[in-house]
């Protein structure tokens, strides 16, 4: 059963208060709060078998590696990926790296469409732009209707030229909470040229709903753990692991390598090859935590309490006076990202003013510039829900944005 007051108790800093007033958290899309359990994961890493992985034959070490190992193994079956295709990255955005430079830029070239979209976050958008001269790739990207959703008209013509050979997308938007019909859209892409490659970023879905590799028909999954109830400095990019065995590396050092001579270096098998390093082992582990604790709460049921909270805040703000919602307005159409403009005042006065009444929002263009501009701003006001957010909290938002209408006499 899915009870959102018994599943708060899990979160520590829920308890505090910010300015005398309960913390009314609404910028989990930022990054996530993190429940008792991962807190605790970490500590006992360091307490009880804190070793590097992978190098020692000691116990330690070997209980280390058993650990980090075990949590890519349910990290990888929570997204329906092979362990093998499981790469530890520090997050979604080192991971669109690894895309970036070790395919895009070896197997793209002159006459090739890398194909990306207005909607997507700068993860999604500068690591193309930095390969692109090195690989000489058309760098093209889908727009974006003024009510957030991709222009498919657009879409369906750039791939009818069958040169799309990377498309990449994301799962849902961190601005304006559209979810895209990936499985759709990559069919088309294939449809087109069967050698395409698709690349999704699932930073906002994979914390969000249920999100499965293979039902998105995509070759990569890219994820960050800071916004799923696990620490910041772990994620990962999930793949098929033939493709990525076919990749070069992306960094080079200890752990990616078979054999080093000083004449040259064979490389170790996937996904070690793209591990350059000692990894981040505590913040894994505490990861693995964080997808067996989102695993026992469902995220079909997750899915369904943000729904219900999207079907309450959606319609609230609306009937404010003056405040414009961005994105779909149907709760099965979108995240709980919600970015909305309240009219003749700026995001970070709105965002400033709301602190003090203790509820946390996000202004700014999110790292979404291209998208917020088709909105025709230059930074939203962004309130985001998560597990543990409640109908209470879309009241004292509700109550902050009214309030901050009357500071600014509005
Ligand atoms: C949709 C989306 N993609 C990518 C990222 C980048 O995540 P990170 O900064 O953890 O790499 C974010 C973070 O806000 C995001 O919302």
Same mark, same amino acid.
């Given at each position: 059963?899915?009870?959102?007051?018994?599943?708060?108790?899990?979160?520590?800093?829920?308890?505090?208060?910010?300015?005398?007033?309960?913390?009314?958290?609404?910028?989990?899309?930022?990054?996530?709060?993190?429940?008792?359990?991962?807190?605790?994961?970490?500590?006992?890493?360091?307490?009880?078998?804190?070793?590097?992985?992978?190098?020692? !034959?000691? #116990?330690?070490?070997? =209980? +280390?590696?058993? @650990?980090?190992?075990? /949590?890519?193994?349910?990290?990888?079956?929570? $997204?329906?990926?092979?362990?093998?295709?499981?790469?530890?990255?520090?997050?979604?955005?080192?991971?669109?790296?690894?895309?970036?430079?070790?395919?895009?830029?070896?197997?793209?070239?002159?006459?090739?469409?890398?194909?990306?979209?207005?909607?997507?976050?700068?993860?999604?958008?500068?690591?193309?732009?930095?390969?692109?001269?090195?690989?000489?790739?058309?760098?093209?990207?889908?727009?974006?209707?003024?009510?957030?959703?991709?222009?498919?008209?657009?879409?369906?013509?750039?791939?009818?030229?069958?040169?799309?050979?990377?498309?990449?997308?994301?799962?849902?938007?961190?601005?304006?909470?559209?979810?895209?019909?990936?499985?759709?859209?990559?069919?088309? !892409?294939? #449809?087109?040229?069967? =050698? +395409?490659?698709? @690349?999704?970023?699932? /930073?906002?879905?994979?914390?969000?709903?249920? $999100?499965?590799?293979?039902?998105?028909?995509?070759?990569?999954?890219?994820?960050?753990?800071?916004?799923?109830?696990?620490?910041?400095?772990?994620?990962?990019?999930?793949?098929?692991?033939?493709?990525?065995?076919?990749?070069?590396?992306?960094?080079?050092?200890?752990?990616?390598?078979?054999?080093?001579?000083?004449?040259?270096?064979?490389?170790?098998?996937?996904?070690?090859?793209?591990?350059?390093?000692?990894?981040?082992?505590?913040?894994?582990?505490?990861?693995?935590?964080?997808?067996?604790?989102?695993?026992?709460?469902?995220?079909?049921?997750?899915?369904?309490?943000?729904?219900?909270?999207?079907?309450?805040?959606?319609?609230?703000?609306?009937?404010?006076?003056?405040?414009?919602?961005?994105?779909?307005?149907?709760?099965?159409?979108?995240?709980?990202?919600?970015?909305?403009?309240?009219?003749?005042?700026?995001?970070?006065?709105?965002?400033?003013?709301?602190?003090?009444?203790?509820?946390?929002?996000?202004?700014?263009?999110?790292?979404?510039?291209?998208?917020?501009?088709?909105?025709?701003?230059?930074?939203?006001?962004?309130?985001?829900?998560?597990?543990?957010?409640?109908?209470?909290?879309?009241?004292?938002?509700?109550?902050?944005?009214?309030?901050?209408?009357?500071?600014?006499?509005?």
């Amino acid at each position: 059963m899915f009870d959102v007051e018994t599943i708060r108790k899990d979160f520590p800093v829920l308890e505090r208060q910010v300015h005398g007033r309960p913390v009314v958290y609404l910028n989990s899309a930022a990054t996530a709060q993190k429940p008792r359990v991962v807190i605790d994961a970490i500590s006992r890493f360091y307490e009880t078998c804190n070793s590097n992985v992978h190098r020692g !034959v000691d #116990a330690l070490s070997e =209980e +280390a590696t058993e @650990a980090f190992e075990s /949590a890519r193994a349910r990290i990888a079956r929570f $997204v329906g990926a092979d362990p093998r295709g499981l790469v530890f990255t520090r997050n979604a955005t080192e991971a669109f790296n690894i895309i970036a430079y070790s395919y895009a830029r070896p197997f793209l070239g002159p006459g090739d469409i890398l194909l990306s979209t207005q909607m997507e976050h700068h993860a999604n958008i500068v690591p193309w732009q930095l390969v692109q001269p090195l690989a000489g790739f058309d760098l093209r990207f889908v727009p974006v209707t003024p009510d957030g959703l991709l222009d498919l008209e657009a879409f369906d013509e750039i791939v009818a030229t069958g040169r799309v050979k990377l498309f990449t997308v994301t799962h849902m938007s961190n601005v304006v909470g559209t979810i895209n019909p990936v499985a759709e859209l990559a069919a088309r !892409v294939r #449809a087109a040229n069967p =050698e +395409a490659v698709v @690349a999704v970023d699932g /930073a906002q879905s994979v914390p969000h709903m249920p $999100v499965d590799l293979l039902a998105l028909d995509a070759d990569f999954l890219c994820f960050s753990g800071h916004k799923m109830c696990g620490p910041a400095g772990i994620g990962a990019l999930a793949g098929k692991p033939e493709l990525l065995d076919r990749m070069p590396p992306f960094l080079g050092g200890g752990e990616m390598i078979s054999n080093v001579t000083l004449e040259g270096t064979t490389f170790n098998e996937v996904p070690y090859k793209f591990e350059a390093g000692t990894p981040a082992t505590a913040e894994a582990v505490g990861l693995g935590v964080a997808v067996d604790y989102l695993s026992a709460l469902g995220m079909a049921d997750v899915r369904a309490h943000e729904v219900e909270l999207l079907g309450a805040a959606l319609p609230a703000l609306e009937a404010v006076d003056g405040v414009t919602v961005h994105g779909p307005h149907d709760p099965e159409d979108r995240g709980a990202a919600i970015s909305f403009a309240v009219e003749g005042l700026h995001p970070h006065d709105i965002g400033t003013i709301m602190d003090r009444e203790g509820v946390m929002v996000r202004a700014g263009h999110h790292c979404a510039k291209p998208l917020v501009r088709v909105l025709g701003a230059a930074a939203t006001t962004r309130a985001s829900f998560y597990l543990y957010s409640t109908a209470g909290e879309i009241g004292a938002l509700v109550d902050a944005i009214e309030a901050t209408k009357r500071f600014f006499d509005r």
